[in-house]
């Protein structure tokens, strides 16, 4: 048997990668968590699911049950193509879309499709975890702008970009995320909507526009996504049914232009993603269910940002500064210069308490006195407790540098 301790077998991607230990996910139903992004338990649809799984099967067993389309069922299609244009004004073709196994599987198919090792890749940092991962494994080149409360700061943009053409080098792609940015919870205003799209014109770059979390506003208008905006075809659009449904489904999609689509699809060799999920899903949104659910999640979000923001407000120490999200799942915190990451992370979680360390966003060291806060899993009580047990141990920190 070929051992893999000897690293000689192994690709450069899989050296690139490391090696992981076995997660288990159910940990942080045990702890007052804020680490991860994952949706509130409570909310999650069972029964609804149940219903439409018995409504799928009996109507269409034989086809929910069988190998499908690598791009994806055509009744899936059918429906997403229905609710991208009239929830994101998103007017697109079947040959326009593909569905996949999370948004996580569309973002990965992507830098196969453009990435090599060495090659640049521009990111928002900091940044969504699984595109950290994902673009560090691909031996990318990353260069990055920061967020701020407008979104991408497309100053920033512009100078790595002038600064690559005078190196004779191109950007590869762009990765953003417009909406309830993943970990900082901004929003890009429309503004910088319009600038970053005349200087990916400018440049001819590639656009990832990861939109995870769009059905999740709770206050603002909705703004357009790039996709609409843009008329090149650059922009290649990504969604999910993890927070409007369930994670569990492993069911995402991406937009693209037709060109993009058709060279993916010999990269997604899978056997279609999960035919029997795809059913389901259908038959949830079909039925008018999504629509209802996602009333529902927005109003519980919506308190849950709410009430962190108030315990935010009471307990945090001076000194401390957080967002202020319209949607989605995060607040990023940013503490005095003192509080150090490695140390609250190991006294929070000693008091039961989950955190995201902010290192984690970032593709380089910063971040040690930020973390983001994921307000979509822990109830209201254990908010109030929680964000207690974190303005404490903070201030332990602040107490042992001021003595
Ligand atoms: C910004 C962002 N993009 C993509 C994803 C991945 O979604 P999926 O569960 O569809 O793979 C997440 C999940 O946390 C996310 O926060």
Redesign the pocket.
């Known amino acids: 048997m070929v051992s893999l301790r000897n690293e000689s077998h192994l690709s450069d991607l899989a050296r690139r990668a490391g090696k992981a230990t076995l997660g288990n996910p159910r940990q942080s139903a045990e702890m007052i968590s804020f680490y991860a ?1 994952f949706p509130d338990p409570g909310s999650l649809p069972i029964a609804d699911v149940i219903d439409s799984t018995r409504v799928a099967l009996e109507a269409d067993g034989e086809w929910a049950l069988q190998y499908g389309a690598s791009a994806g069922d055509e009744r899936i299609i059918e429906e997403l193509l229905k609710k991208l244009a009239r929830d994101q004004k998103i007017d697109a073709a079947p040959e326009n879309i593909l569905v996949t196994n ?3 599987q569309a973002l990965s198919l992507i830098v196969d499709l453009l990435v090599e090792p060495g090659d640049t890749i521009i990111s928002e940092a900091p940044t ?1 975890m ?1 595109a950290v991962a994902n673009f560090n494994q691909a031996g990318a080149d990353v260069r990055t702008v920061s967020v701020d409360d407008d979104g991408t700061n497309t100053s920033e943009l512009r100078a790595i970009l002038e600064e690559l053409r005078s190196e004779g080098r191109r950007a590869k792609l762009l990765y953003v ?1 417009p909406n309830f940015q ?1 970990p900082m919870g901004v929003t890009m205003s429309l503004e910088r909507r319009h600038e970053l799209l005349a200087i990916a014109d400018e440049f001819d770059l590639p656009i990832i526009e ?1 939109d ?1 979390y769009f059905d999740l506003r709770y206050s603002g208008a909705a703004l357009p996504a790039l996709y609409t905006l843009d008329s090149s075809g650059r922009v290649m659009y ?1 969604g ?1 049914f ?1 927070k409007i449904m369930a ?1 569990g489904m ?1 069911l ?1 999609w991406l937009i693209a232009h037709e060109d993009v689509i058709s060279r993916l699809l010999p990269l997604k060799s899978d056997g279609g993603t999960s035919p029997f999920g795809s059913f389901v899903a259908t038959e949830f949104a079909a039925s008018g269910t999504l629509l209802e659910h996602v009333q529902e999640l927005r109003a519980l979000y919506h308190q849950r940002r709410d009430a962190m923001l108030a315990a935010l407000e009471r307990e945090m120490p001076d000194g401390t500064s957080w967002t202020t999200p319209d949607g989605g799942f995060f607040i990023w915190l940013r503490f005095p210069e003192a509080v150090e990451m490695a140390t609250l992370v190991p006294a929070c979680r000693a008091r039961g308490v989950e955190i995201s360390p902010g290192p984690i966003f970032y593709f380089d060291e910063r971040g040690s006195n930020e973390m983001r806060l994921s307000y979509s899993f822990a109830t209201e009580p254990q908010i109030d407790e929680g964000i207690a047990i974190l303005a404490a141990e903070a201030r332990k920190q602040l107490a042992t540098v001021g003595s």
């Open positions: 992004g999370g948004a996580s969504w699984g995320i993943n990861d995870a990504m999910t993890s994670a492993r995402g």
